[in-house]
């Protein structure tokens, strides 16, 4: 399968820095037909980076909080034949040609869903918003090898209260350690702007711990 990532920004991302570079409010699209996270910038983001909305089939939400989730979008895009599926923690549904499951995150009032998300190939774990991963995650993500994580990373190598709901990239230097062994390939997603420096230094430091750090528009392979 292949993801593109819509979004890759924290909530304070409210413009682009100086040199340009924007991250959105955080949502990823699945082969152009599942959408994680129906955030207020995810129709512009799917314009943008050349995604047919009337393709999507699909919605799924990790959590209600307003950078992830928009009424308005979820809508609109139900005009063109969007379904959206919702899910209780520990359950499995098969949405078109996946099986997802939903997991649960370390993230703030209410539990987030995690989303585990297979094509019957590979499998996906995409994280956002969340802190450590909760002890049974983390055991099944290394049971079954699998093959893309992707994690919060909202602060950075700074210590700040809020890594009780979101990493810092210590705890993903810490985490990556052990996740490398098993999985094909990790990325970091939902960077505030205020808490990291620029993309490119945060991926040179990343990058010798096995670390990718996810940008709007890019599309990866699973
Ligand atoms: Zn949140
Ligand atoms: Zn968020």
Known sequence: M???????GG??????TEDGFLRRCSSAIIDGVLLVDPNPQCLEALDTFGCDRGRIKYIINTHAHEDHFSSDAVSELEKTGAEFISFKIGETKTVG????TALKGNHAVAYTTHFLISDGKNELYYGLDGAWLMPDVFHMLVDRRVHTIV????YGFDFY????????????????SVLKKTASQIFISHLSKKHHSDHK???????????QVAYDGLEINI
């Open 2 to 8: 292949r993801l593109k990532f819509l979004g890759t």
């Open 11 to 16: 909530a304070d991302w409210s413009s682009a």
């Open 97 to 100: 040609d996946y099986t997802v």
């Open 151 to 154: 994690l919060d990373a909202t």
């Open 161 to 176: 209260a809020g890594i009780f709901e979101h990493n810092n990239l210590g705890m993903i230097v810490e985490m990556a």
């Open 201 to 211: 230094t945060t991926a040179e430091a990343l990058e010798e711990h096995g670390v």
